[in-house]
T-cell receptor, first 114, second 112 residues
Framework: DVKVTQSSRYLVKRTGEKVFLECVQD?????MFWYRQDPGLGLRLIYF???????EKGDIPEGYSVSREKKERFSLILESASTNQTSMYLC?????????????FGEGSRLTVL | QQQVKQSPQSLIVQKGGISIINCAYE??????FPWYQQFPGKGPALLIA?????SEKKEGRFTISFNKSAKQFSLHIMDSQPGDSATYFC???????????FGKGNQVVVIP
């Protein structure tokens, strides 16, 4: 089975702290994604990567950056956390989406910024 | 601009009833329409998907109906069970695209 693992399920941080969310997939997928999920707003794409060291902005990249140094690992970075970044963060991976449309999601990281 | 619009936002259904969730899209280039199911505390997972060369696809109690001229597709859950209580997301993409356009999600609650 494909496994996407998000290292932290729950985090509590203070405003201004730097936050790292880590994601690892074990299926050699080219594409990796970071979404945030908020009630009533659905799944919003923050960043995605289609290859090592490659990244593209999604719909809401402001306040976030990403890093993909190895194919299996994709990190989301909040340089200076703010309270409006309190959310559920979901990592996902896929082969070519246009062929199957199948994203494999991790179980999420719930971040609270105080 | 949201590319995929989903309705209703929430739905309460009696056990054994039919749950229907509708989605509409704008981009006529879309050629793949998956539905994702998300249980509390879990990430979404692919439930069923359809391509526009067919008008309906059925997998067990789950059916997608597709209306290309209306640019609409819907998920029907027949004989709904309490275990179907989840959030359902419709989505769309096209060949060669590496992004999915998601609807905002629909919370389905099936009461015994």
């Amino acid at each position: 089975d494909v496994k996407v693992t998000q290292s932290s399920r729950y985090l509590v941080k203070r405003t201004g702290e730097k936050v790292f969310l880590e994601c690892v997939q074990d299926m050699d997928h080219e594409n990796m994604f970071w979404y945030r999920q908020d009630p009533g707003l659905g799944l919003r794409l923050i960043y995605f990567s289609y290859d090592v060291k490659m990244k593209e902005k999604g719909d809401i990249p402001e306040g976030y950056s990403v890093s993909r140094e190895k194919k299996e690992r994709f990190s989301l970075i909040l340089e200076s956390a703010s309270t409006n970044q309190t959310s559920m963060y979901l990592c996902a991976s896929s082969y070519s989406l246009g062929n199957t449309g199948e994203l494999f999601f991790g179980e999420g990281s719930r971040l609270t910024v105080l | 601009q949201q590319q995929v619009k989903q309705s209703p936002q929430s739905l309460i259904v009696q056990k054994g009833g039919i749950s229907i969730i509708n989605c509409a899209y704008e981009n006529t280039a879309f050629d793949y329409f998956p539905w994702y199911q998300q249980f509390p505390g879990k990430g979404p997972a692919l439930l069923i998907a359809i391509r526009p060369d067919v008008s309906e696809k059925k997998e067990g109690r789950f059916t997608i109906s597709f209306n290309k001229s209306a640019k609409q597709f819907s998920l029907h859950i027949m004989d709904s069970q309490p275990g179907d209580s989840a959030t359902y997301f419709c989505a769309a993409t096209y060949y060669g695209n590496n992004r999915l356009a998601f609807g905002k999600g629909n919370q389905v609650v099936v009461i015994p």
